[in-house]
């Protein structure tokens, strides 16, 4: 049979104590019926407090397929930083794991089914084989459904974001264009209380011109009537000289006078 090449999901471990050895590591999967792990890497770290301590790559050559690793497998799917707790001594002790990003060559290798088996082991090594994957289909189809989720929750906000934001730009404009008539409406008032207050000194100008002319008709009347006056005497005086020359010896002289002065 030809050998059969897939990619293997591995998990890694967040914080794993010293103590917790690669057979503690291997047994622990097993127990709970995880997987088979095929190879553990440790890689050294220390905390800030300077205590050392161990994250482990864990590469599993197959998945069992139970409700556990499914739990396990949409935990890591589900959730924001792609966690989850695996409690391998219940209720307390639990690793951090999460799937391990980074491609791995002992996560691809082939799978050769040997050819010397019987058919029931060839089938048997088939079977383990289709649920190893169909466990990791799972995972996969979960995170990416999480995924599509994620990508529909962000077009969502993006276009609830372009709306809130022509709607904010609507209601600027609308503000600016309140603005201008306002300011507008300002200047217009400012303007029309500038010719109020030209039509106020141009009523009171002409309230004294008024004043002036009637004062001036006044002084006009008065001259007129002393004029009148002076005219009534004037003619009454000449009269009265008519009167007397008439009866005076020196009328002669006196008329000769009057034509000549007075007329």
Known sequence: MNPTSFNNVALFIKRAEECQTKD?????????????????KFIKKNSDCGQPYNSVIVIFESWNVNQ??????NEMASSIDGTTKFYFNPPYRYWVIQVHRQKLPECHEPTVIDPSLSDKDKIAKLEELVKSMSAQIHYMQTRQERTERSTMDLEFKETYHHIVNNELRSQLEEKEWEKRDQDETKKLREENEYLRCQLELTAIDIVRKDYQIEKLQEELKDKSCILSYVETQTQEMKQMLQEVLNTD???????????????
Not at 24 to 40: H, L, P, Y
Not at 252 to 263: A, G, H, L, M
């Open 24 to 40: 503690f590591i291997i047994e622990s999967f097993a127990q709970f019926r995880i997987g088979k792990v095929r190879n553990v």
């Open 249 to 263: 010896p020196i009328k002669p002289i006196i008329n000769s006078y009057i034509k000549e002065y007075i007329y």
């Open 68 to 73: 556990l690793v499914q739990k396990l497998f």
